[in-house]
Every structure is written in structure tokens, then in C-alpha cells.
């Protein structure tokens, strides 16, 4: 069992690959995820697990510069915008936050390092986490 | 998306494959799984997927006739083990459950059509699934 | 065995994989599939299983937003294609369906997710599902 | 499109692989298959196909000498059973059948050239074709 | 062993698979097969087996609505041309025949279901199937 | 193309990759044989190409020793017997033969190198090549 | 890039799926690792990397019981055990250690989750670590 | 052991799979080999084993129509060349050459049915052999 | 084991593999690397082991004949360019350098061999190795 | 390119993977390889490459501490004997040679680590290097 606070093993091995400027997609149950796009399954049932708790966790282990979420959420689902922000103010490192549309973020997946899918069934709730390095 | 409550489509392909009598393991985070025994990942980080929030998942998709559990959970871990009877009683079918060290449960984990890996982090608290038919 | 109405391991896999306004084909026995385009075998022979058996099993367990047939169906198999309202109107989500040429389905199907080929023998008896999400 | 009557390509392949003395078993839907045995499935949703319907398709294209049902059947499924002697009866090829108990069928599984997996949900309702050659 | 006059498991599998206006490819033993086309090899020695003879055995069991030839054959190979047609009558389909050059027959081998390679050793003495259906 | 008269690739990696004393056996189309054993499909349909073409075939490139057959062969095939001596005494080495029953054969094919199914259809038509070295 | 200390991918996901008693050992470049066990290759040149210096990257983020060295390493190679101990006291877990013979030391090797192969170069440096949770 | 002259498992199956006009290339040890280009390795050390005799082994089991080699060989390897015409004059077809620049043939490569990387280390000695069949 | 220096079994093969013009990448732990391009993982934990240590064992074995870096690496880490230099005098080839922007760096990734990715976290240090040949 | 001497990249790699006291069988071109046993292919034709010159490359490369040969060598092959007695004498290690019967020897194959088959056409040509380490 690992100390780090991650404890799946293809998440983990992802975190460790992920370069400098790379993009994972955590997603809702719903996007449409490109076929080539590598996929991690981590949702069970509707809520579960959320994505901002999937996103605490990986926040603790990966050096993330950026995350960029779909403009729509703010206005369709104020709440979980909200929370996100707060999830991001806790994160170990300063991360900023940007805006595309739902398409322009669809659009973007097949550039993607992986897709983490996870139980999450609020609409618009996918992130774009742009990975940094420490040094 | 799916209707039935189980996103997960390993999970999803698992319990359509389990014949009358197999036996899917439902186990927290530090169960030790045979190298030869297939497995799905869902554990997180610490208590994320809790090992009883996958079980009523998966207890409303798949048919069990009965559950073994390791007797120390009883002594070491009451209240989960609580909390797991009282998740037993709240699945659609009528399900008993017995008992076995926790050494036996190890050893029959080589026989398992799988072993779903969870966050759980309370000791002992893994769970036998013996899957069964509705006809 | 699972409880969902859907026995197929692949079949339910692919449900629970399936993002929103991805497409999933079911196709009568001789549809030419494209060789790239993942396809569940389901036809043993002729007639077995129908396209319209298996689209209920599928409806009950795939949100579905709507479906896409072609526009040849009416004219050369109306019965089929009456009986293929009539499933449509049993589903448990409220599904729209429009029309395509025959050439414009076949040209769709290297963009689907999966084809699923049944035993079906009605000429131009073939199915694009639009697949939905209830959140 | 093939001209035989069985339309499913693994199928095709499997009965022409099929040695004088080997067996292929086809199984309800609830059977416990072993995980080193070869499956194939075609269940869809109960019932659909059953697995009459998919001996006769069978029978049509593999040679078989005799078959071995569960002794369970006739008592347990007894009008399963007449059906199956009908079935047996109207196949191409004169064939002699014989009981075992469902546990001795159960145990013979892992030799076994392949399962097939129908939507059967009948009640001990397996059974092994055991194959022939016709020179 | 199977019933239906065609032995070898890949191939019955192919015939199972191919779709309406998909095409398979019988080929002489020195046909440039590209590496990217599916091929299924049964040629043993120079004339063994004649290219001729396959095509009685998969005519028996696949739906074949045209074939195509090189235009090469009839000035070539006329007596194997002659044979050719003579074995296109005995068909169970009623099968037409076109004729393109030999260039154009070998820059369509890319879009070809499979080729099958015989050890057919006339010149030119190639055949392209197109799959029909029987409904 | 290659000019040693063997026309078939996985044929011919086999024969290159042949050691001292290892088995290759040649079979109807009825043999069973087992998961494990490798095995090369040349069979199309009854009789084509028969063991005895592929026989000749094989001893003009592949050095062997001794053939086995079963004692079956010379009392139930007697045609056949005769025909194989005398495609041995055509053969460049100089072959001696022995006989063991049909079971014996049959149990023997775990250890094969590898088995060639033709498209044999007489009975107990199968033959084991024990391979040698010209040094 | 992750945050744990720990940068390689195979390295992190295998430390992710260890199980409580699971063993992973830390070897020197000419252990004989059995053909079946798992291994990952760090070593690139003679002590580079060194078997503690791996350790201590390890044991920042696997949760270590204990570890059992080979008892001929006290006395062939004291400075290397000493340090060893060092390392093992800066450790977050404390670490209780014991010996085996070398001999015994290999004949453990089949039953590891894995093996990694340092570029140590110093006489029977090799280490099992134990795996525990820390619930 | 086969009998043909090439003891190669991988290059007798190449040999056997080469259709009329596709090209295998004989390569020294330098040679940029594009990454989707299959290879066969030969080279062991320095001039071990030498192009041109593997060059005469080939010769004696594919049947070649045309060599093709870059033009710096006459000029900067002269006495290579030299030899290299002589292996051509004593192989059993009649084999043409013809030069086409260094840079010419290494853009060719992609094309290549598979490169044989040979020990060679003579500057510049490479030849593309352009296969023939021999009805 | 081997005596040549460089310990790694995959980074072996590829300097074996290696040939005239290809290129090598030496990488920090955080390039990004894209996903089609080979990659040997040898990064433990920060700065070990650290790229001019792997390079030193590399060009011990790999004919280089030029190297290419970031000419950001002279103003943002000259103390590790300068070590670089030291390390490309000490090597047994003699080796020119040059530089282009990192971003150039970064886009030809995708035609390179191979990329291996150390555990060295010094900004912008990475190094192309061309490879040579020794005749 | 590399510069140790050993050019084929799965030798270069098997040599880096071999620990203390692993065997590596160098063999003629007949010995009967289990089916199990990794293998590499290095014979092109009859004596090319001989074993010998094999072994000199990789007696280069590899540390090995022993060799064993069947004892009928000494007899049956007395000049090759000689010869490689005088190519283990020319190695750089200090190299012992044990016998054993050549039955004996094909008995120890399953064990080995792999067989490397060369060319070599003299009887009872095979040798087994026990690998050693120079630390």
C-alpha cells in the first residue's frame, strides 16, 4: 500500500508519466470519450465517486500549472462551479483556472493524455488538468 | 449511460458473466490478490469508494445468494461490521452471510472470478459474494 | 448473473461505456462493417435474435435520445419499420427518430462506438442509437 | 453472408474446429464456467435466445453423435425436456442421449472444447454435444 | 466437424462475417497482398490447392453476387479462364462477372475484406468476390 | 515466392524450426486436438487437399526420420496404407514406419510440435512425422 | 509529474497494488530472477542506480513491515549492511529486519509480486520488503 | 530441419509470404530502419554474418527478378560490389540490377515487405531484392 | 551479466537497434513525451539517476556522432551545460553539438527512436543523441 | 550502432537480463528446443553462423563463469572439441567446462534461460554457459 494518497495503481502510474504541459480529463459519466483516448474507469454508481473528490486526490499527487473547465458550468451548475474553486484554493500548488466552451473541451480530448471517468452526474462537470513539474 | 446503477463497464461485464455458485470479492485496499486472480481497481484514495457504498451498488445489479465475511470483523471492526448487515438487508434479494477466518478467506481468494479492489481502509473488511440466479 | 435485463458481458459493457451523443448500430445479419468498427456478434441465424428483441433488451438498460433509420425502411419493410415505432414507444426514455438514406448510415459507421449484428434478415433493417444521459 | 444457417462468425469457426470426441457445451445462462474454458455468448436478455433455438442452428451445421444432459432436467424442467428429445429428433444426424448429474456436468467443464451462453433460464437446462465426423 | 462443405475454421468465420458489397479475394500464390490486408494462407505446393477448387468450396457457402476478374485472364489463360466461368455456373448463386485490369485489380486489394491465398500458379488467375446476402 | 515447393509460410517456419525427434503430426479433418497443441488449418473441404498431397508436399522440405501410424489404418483403409507406403518410398530420405493404436496416436498429441489438419476424410487417417537432421 | 517522491510509472503502480504480506524485492544486477516473476529494470551502469539509494526512494512511499536480507551479507559485505540499517532507520515506517540464507533468498523468488533490479554491484545485496497498510 | 537451404524459421516464412514485385531488403548493421518496417535480425558481430552470404542463401530459395543497390557502393565499396555481382551471377534466376542513389533507398524503405539486418559493415551495402515468381 | 557497462535490457536492444541518423532522447522527468514514441523509463526519484550519469553509460556503448540540446540550457542552467560539455569530451567518440529552441526540441520528438526519461529535474536538460556507426 | 561487439538487440538483451549461475544453450541447428524455452533464431544456412564464431561474440560480452557440453563431443566431434576448447581459452574470463551426456543435456533445456540456435551443422555441437557476474 503507497503513502501517497492515491492508491490505484493505473492512476498512479499515469501521474508519474504525465509531462510538462500534458493534459488528463477528469470527466462526468456522460462525456463522450474519443476511441483513442486512454480511459481510466473509476466510476461505480451516480455520484460515486464525485469528481472533485477524485480531484482532491490527484491534486495531492500531481503538479498541476492550470485547470480549464467548460464555461458552461458556471451558469448551468453554479454550486458545483463553486465547490470546484474551493477544492482548487486547497490544492498544494497555485493553480489558475481558465474557461473554453463544452464543445471546444470535447473537441480537445483526442489530445489528451487520458480520460479519468468518474461517477460524476452534474452537467458540464469535466476538468481539464494541465500538468507542471516541480523544478 | 447505463440505467442499472453500475456504471462501470468492467463491472458491468463481471457481474454478466458470473454463473450460479462463483465468487466475486468485494475488498478493501490492503487485501493481499493473487497474481493470477483478475482484478478491477476502484479504490481512490483513503475510504474512497468505502468498500459498503460499492457493495449496495453492486448488490443492485448483480444476484447473490449469500455473503462470507472474515469472523474478526465482528470483534475488530463492529460498527463497519454493522453497517454491513444493515446493507445486507436493504439489497432486493434475501441474502445470508456466514463466516470464516481471515486466513481462510485468503486462501480462497485463487478460486474468486474477481476481486474488486475498493479504498476501504477498516480492518478486516472484505467481503465473499456468492453469486446466484433469479430463475 | 446480473438483474438489469441485459445478460451479455460485452453488451453491457459497451452500455456502460457509452458517452452522450455517441452512436451505437444495430445492424441486420448483412450490414458491411467497416473493419476498424468494433462489432458484438449476436446473430446465430436467420431471425435469431431479431433486431427488434434485441433493441428492447437494449432500451431497457441504454439512456437512448434518439434513433436514426433509414429512409428506405418505410417503403421496403414498412411492417418492420411499424413494429420499430411501436418498440420505440415502449422504451422507458421518450426517443425521437429521423431518417438517413441507406448510403448515409453506411457512410456513418466507421464514427460509432460498436456495431451490434443480430440475426436479423429484413432488408434496410438497421438502427443508429444516439445515446443519452439522464442528468 | 454465409449460406448455412449459422450466421455468427466464432460460431462458424468453433464448429469447424470441432475433433471427433470433443465436446461443446451450451449452457443457460447461469451456468459457472470455468475462467480457462472458451465462451461464447449469446445471451442478450432472458429468454432471447433460448437454447433450443440455438441447438437447432447448431445441429444444422455440426455433426454430433450423441448429447449429455443434467438427470435433474427431467424432473426438475421436465417440459424443457420433451422439447429437447423433439429438437434432438428433428436433427439431420441420428443422436443417442444420455444423463449425468447437473455436478458431473458441472465437473466436466474445464475439458470442454467451448461453452456457448444462451439467454436459457430454465433450470438445469445445459447441454454437451459431443461431436462426430460423417466419413 | 461441420456440415456445410467448407472445413477450415478462419474461413467459415470470414464467409460468417462478410458483409452485403464487401469483398474477399482469392488469390494465386504470387499476388502482391498488401501488409495490411487480413489473408488466410492455403496454399501447400505449386497447384495445391487449385484456385478453382476453393472457389467451388466457398461458393457452396457464401453468398456471391458478382465476381471480378483481370482482363489479363482471357487472353493470357483462357482455358483457366474458361473453367473459371464454367464453376461460376455450377454456382448455387446466379453470379455475374466483370472484367478490370490487372493494375486496378491488385490497387483494390487494400479495401478487401481478406484475401485468401490458394497455391494456384496461373498467371493472372485471381478472383474478387463481392458478398451478397440472401434476403 | 519461394522455390523449395513448400508454399506456405507458417508451414514452412515450422519446418525450419523442427529439432531432432520432435513430432509434426498430419490430420483428417476428425482428429481431436487438444487446447494446447499448435496447429496449422490447410483443410478447405472433403479431400481438399488430402494428407497424402501434403505429405508429399512436406517430405520434399522437411528431413524425416520414421512415420507412426495407427494400426487401425492398414484393416480399415487398406487403400489408403498402400498409398501412403508409396508416398514414402518417393520421399528423398529413407523412412521406416511403425504402427501404434489409434488411442495411442491420439494420446501422443499433447507433445507434438505442432498438428497439420488437411482436408483428409478417410478414417484413421493420420500420420506422425518424426523429424530428423542431414548431418 | 507526481509529488510522491517516486517518478516511475511501473514503479508507482506496482507499489499502489501491494498487498499486506506481499513481498517486493530490491536486487543487485546478477540476482537470477525466475523467468515467471515480475521485474523492473532500473539498473543502467555499475551502481547506478544503488540498491539504497532505490530503497530509500521506495520506502517514501510503501508502507514496509519488515525486510529480510540474505545473512551472508553481515559478514561479505559489512559496510553495505550498515548502511542498509541506516537506511532503514530513516525510514517513516519503523522496520524491523531479518536474515535468511542466501540460498533461501532465491528459492523466495517465485512467490514476489516483483522483483527490481538495481544497479548494485556489491555481494549479496538483495532485499525482500514486506508489504503492510497502514489501517 | 528443413532441407530447403534457409534454416531461418521467420526469414522461410518471409520467403514463402513474398508476392510478385514486393521488395526485401538486405541491410548492413547501420542501416536507419523506419520504426513500422518489420525486421529480421541477423547480425551477431561485426561482419558475422556477412550481407552477401546471407544474400546467397536467399538467392537459393526466393525467386528474384531484379536487385537493386545504391550507387556510392561502385564508387566507395568497390570490392564489395565486385563480389556482390558474382553471388548475383551464380544464383539460379537470371537477376538484373540497377542503382538508385543512397538517399533514394533508404526513402524506399517503408515500403519494404521487411529489412534482414545483416552483420555487414562495408559502407554503403545494402540491396533491395524485388521479388518474382516463377510461373 | 554483461560487461559492455550498460546494464539495462531494453536500453541494450535499442543501442542495438540504433541505427545511422536515428536519434536517441535523453529526457528530464518532465518532457512531455508524445504518446506514439517509444520510452524507457529509468527515473526513481529526483535526480536519480541523473541524465549526464545515463549518458555517460550510454555513450560508453552507442556510436554518437552529434548531439543536440535547448539553447536554453546555457542561459537557465549553464552549470549543467558546462557538465554536459565535460561529459561529451570524456566520451570515446568524438561528438559535435548543437542547439535549437526547446520548442524545436520538443516538436521532433514524435521522429525519434526512443526517449529516456531519468530523474533529472534540471530545467530544459535534454539531449538528441545522433547515432553513428563505427565503419 | 553498438560498440561491444554483440549487434543482435534480443541477444544484447538477453545477455543484460542473465543473473548468477542462469544458462544460456547455444545450439546446433537440430536440437529438439521445448516449446517453452525462449529462443533465438540466428541460423541462416548450413554452418552460417557456426557456433563458434557465436560464441567468441558472445563470450565478448557475456560474463560466464562455466560451460558444459555432452560428452559425446569429445568422441564424435573431436576437431570441433579442440576448437572450442581454444575459443574458451581466447575468452576474456577464465572459463571451466564440465560434461554431461547429451541426453542429459536436452533434459536441462526447460531450465534454461534461452537456446540461442545458431547455424551449426556438426553432431552433438551445443554448449550451456553458466552466467556469472564480476563483482
Redesign the interface.
Known amino acids: 500500500?503507497?503513502?501517497?494518497?492515491?492508491?490505484?495503481?493505473?492512476?498512479?502510474?499515469?501521474?508519474?508519466?504525465?509531462?510538462?504541459?500534458?493534459t488528463i480529463v477528469l470527466a462526468?459519466?456522460?462525456?463522450?470519450?474519443p476511441?483513442g483516448t486512454p480511459r481510466i474507469?473509476?466510476?461505480?454508481?451516480?455520484g460515486?465517486?464525485s469528481l472533485l473528490?477524485?480531484l482532491?486526490?490527484v491534486l495531492?499527487?500531481?503538479?498541476v500549472e492550470r485547470v480549464t473547465v467548460a464555461s458552461e458550468t458556471r451558469q448551468h451548475s453554479p454550486q458545483w462551479h463553486a465547490r470546484l474553486l474551493d477544492t482548487l484554493q486547497q490544492a498544494?500548488d497555485r493553480i489558475t483556472h481558465d474557461e473554453i466552451t463544452h464543445d471546444a473541451l470535447k473537441a480537445s480530448l483526442p489530445g489528451a493524455?487520458a480520460v479519468i471517468r468518474t461517477?460524476e452526474?452534474?452537467?458540464y462537470a469535466n476538468v481539464i488538468l494541465h500538468?507542471?513539474?516541480?523544478?
Chains 1, 2, 3, 4, 5, 6, 7, 8, 9, 10 share one sequence.
Do not use: K, W, Y
Open positions: 500500500m503507497n503513502r501517497s494518497g492515491l492508491l490505484h495503481p493505473e492512476l498512479s502510474a499515469l501521474v508519474a508519466r504525465a509531462g510538462h504541459t500534458q462526468d459519466t456522460g462525456l463522450p470519450i476511441a474507469e473509476l466510476g461505480v454508481s451516480a460515486l465517486p473528490d477524485v482532491s486526490a495531492g499527487e500531481l503538479v498544494p493524455l461517477g452526474v452534474t452537467p500538468c507542471g513539474v516541480n523544478f
